[in-house]
């Protein structure tokens, strides 16, 4: 359970955190990156668990990630690339480039090719993902409409 | 400090406006006909500010004060820029009507404001109490009026935003944040047209206020290392702008400081990288023991990438040479004298993340989804090579390797 919490857990936070880092995101933020990118490892790794083929998983995943990044974004007032480059970073299919090429170095192409496409997928998967979330009209996002919502509802009711 | 337009119940302000105006009578002459500002500071009401609308473009300022506690801190300053950038749209001549005080004549000249004319016996046909300045009785009011347009520049307000363009593009923006932030800075100082064409290198703007010819600039960007904390601060400095908060010469200003704000630390981003590596080494796979070496290979990784920024190295051999350092740290490491066994993939897919161009991915993902194709295909095959060039470092080392014979023991 520890283990499993530290793995699925701290590691993602810690690790996107790392990355915003990098990418030089004002101190203030870095605890909402980290969040970020643990919701969206946390969702890969449920699908994963439950079946689903990686890049089904990347799918769900950035899902997390991109609503958490336009939500947080109308929170915190500031640009959205902030949360969401830190918080994809734990799903981009590094894993499957190494592979790709140790396959492509040992000689099995075969094996190369399937690792290849499979990232090639979830990278797919991931283009996808954002997207479909981005295009989603900006004002879904902004607490005002959901309460003028609300108050046109009761005043109906 | 923030400036609010007051629409309901006016008289609130009456204790402030009679200091500019002993009469309340005279106050709630023009009062309702009339605009009024207040300018808030930590939750207190500072200054008040009424103007009235004239007709034929112009405007006059009827009423100005600052509660007596905070005067001499420039707030009444602050308030008239304000107010000047705010009726320059809509008027041309702001006039002003005051008594013979010299310090009082004094600040509107500072403030840009020159003599226009002068009402007789205004004061003493209007108050019912004698108004005295020095013992001498005032009488006469004297205006003083100011031209609003010659503070629009259409070439300052273009270079200006052309500059928070160009900062954003730098550090990695997306093209309809750049293309947003350069349309809101012109159209809040009264540029109305304006038309932009943004490329993921280059800015082209052509902006007009129909009264003078349009002016148009381009500026070349070349591709550079991504700063999120100058993107956001320049996101910061332009919805302030479009508050009407700042002014042209300040939101310059603000902009050369934030152009020369400073990455993190070395030490710092290099920790970070190891952080980086460890972390995702053990998420994907990788033993304790594992991610503990990859977290030393992502920190010499990001030594060796750091150095090259500083002498300018292309981005095609910090990648490849990248590939190999990784790979010949994981294979020595293979070969050290462990407690237990390790295993090579753990440790170098760690030491990869550090190198995989996740922002230019994703800046390519949303340009593409907002239909700037071609800044979006250019930045995808700018990330889609980085991933090529790690590859070929990788394949490169592990080869190399495998036919030193080597092999066996991958």
Redesign the interface.
């Known amino acids: 359970m520890i283990h499993n919490f530290i793995?699925?857990v701290?590691?993602?936070f810690?690790?996107t955190?790392?990355?915003a880092?990098?990418?030089?995101?004002?101190k203030r933020?870095y605890l909402c990156c980290g969040c970020t990118g643990a919701a969206g490892?946390l969702m890969y790794h449920m699908v994963m668990i439950y079946g689903g083929s990686a890049a089904t998983a990347s799918f769900c995943g950035t899902l997390v990630v991109v609503l958490l990044s336009r939500i947080l974004t109308v929170v915190m007032?500031?640009?959205i690339?902030?949360f969401?480059?830190?918080g994809?970073?734990?799903l981009?299919p590094?894993?499957g480039?190494?592979?790709?090429?140790?396959y492509?170095?040992?000689n099995e192409l075969a094996e190369a090719a399937r690792r290849g496409m499979e990232s090639a997928k979830v990278?797919f998967a991931?283009?996808l993902a954002?997207?479909f979330v981005?295009?989603l009209p900006r004002k879904y996002f902004q607490p005002l409409y959901w309460m003028e919502r609300k108050e046109r509802k009761i005043r109906k009711g | 400090m923030k400036i609010r337009q007051i629409t309901r119940n006016k008289d609130e302000y009456m204790d402030l406006l009679l200091m500019a105006d002993p009469q309340e009578d005279m106050i709630e002459r023009y009062l309702d006909k009339s605009d009024l500002y207040v300018l808030v500071n930590g939750g207190d009401v500072c200054s008040v500010c009424v103007v009235e609308p004239l007709k034929n473009r112009k405007c006059e300022l009827k009423n100005i004060a600052t509660r007596t506690e905070d005067r001499g801190k420039g707030y009444a300053k602050y308030m008239l820029r304000y107010i000047c950038e705010r009726y320059s749209a809509t008027c041309d001549v702001m006039y002003v009507g005051t008594g013979n005080y010299k310090e009082i004549i004094r600040f509107y000249e500072r403030c840009g404001f020159i003599h226009s004319h002068i009402v007789a016996n205004f004061f003493s046909e209007n108050y019912r109490e004698p108004i005295y300045e020095d013992g001498v009785r005032l009488t006469d009011m004297i205006y003083l009026k100011k031209q609003l347009d010659s503070s629009v520049d259409v070439k300052k307000v273009v270079d200006l935003a052309l500059e928070a363009g160009r900062i954003l593009l730098k550090n990695?923006?997306?093209i309809f944040?750049v293309d947003e932030t350069i349309t809101r800075i012109c159209n809040s100082f009264h540029v109305e047209y304006v038309d932009t064409f943004i490329l993921s290198h280059a800015i082209f703007v052509s902006a007009e206020n129909g009264v003078e010819e349009a002016y148009t600039k381009v500026k070349q960007i070349p591709l550079s290392a991504?700063?999120?904390?100058?993107?956001?601060e320049v996101?910061?400095l332009s919805?302030e702008i479009a508050g009407g908060f700042v002014s042209i010469e300040e939101a310059k200003e603000r902009l050369r400081r934030i152009d020369q704000m400073p990455?993190?630390r070395s030490y710092?981003?290099v920790l970070?990288?190891?952080?980086?590596s460890g972390?995702?080494g053990?998420?994907?796979?990788a033993t304790a023991l594992e991610s503990v070496i990859a977290f030393g290979i992502g920190c010499i990784l990001y030594v060796w990438v750091l150095t090259a920024k500083k002498y300018n190295i292309s981005k095609m051999l910090v990648n490849i040479i990248g590939g190999v350092i990784i790979t010949v740290l994981a294979l020595a490491a293979l070969h050290l004298p462990f407690a237990a066994p390790v295993k090579i993939?753990g440790m170098?897919?760690g030491g990869?993340?550090?190198l995989?161009p996740?922002?230019a991915?994703?800046?390519a993902?949303?340009d593409?989804?907002?239909s700037d194709f071609l800044s979006g295909t250019v930045r995808m095959i700018d990330a889609l090579l980085v991933?090529v060039y790690?590859?070929v470092g990788?394949?490169f080392a592990?080869?190399v390797y495998?036919n030193m014979g080597g092999?066996l023991m991958?």
């Open positions: 793995m699925h701290i590691c993602p810690v690790g955190v790392a990355f880092v990098l990418f030089n995101v004002p933020f490892w007032k500031c640009p690339t902030i969401l480059v830190s994809i970073i734990p981009v590094g894993a480039i190494y592979y790709t090429v140790f492509m170095v040992n990278a991931i283009v954002i997207v981005v295009s | 990695g923006a997306e944040r991504s700063h999120l904390g100058i993107v956001a996101n910061e919805r990455a993190k710092f981003q970070a990288a190891g952080m980086g972390s995702f053990y998420l994907l796979g993939d170098i897919i990869i993340m550090p995989v996740g922002l991915f994703v800046n993902i949303r593409i989804a907002d991933f790690i590859a990788v394949g592990l080869s495998n092999g991958l």
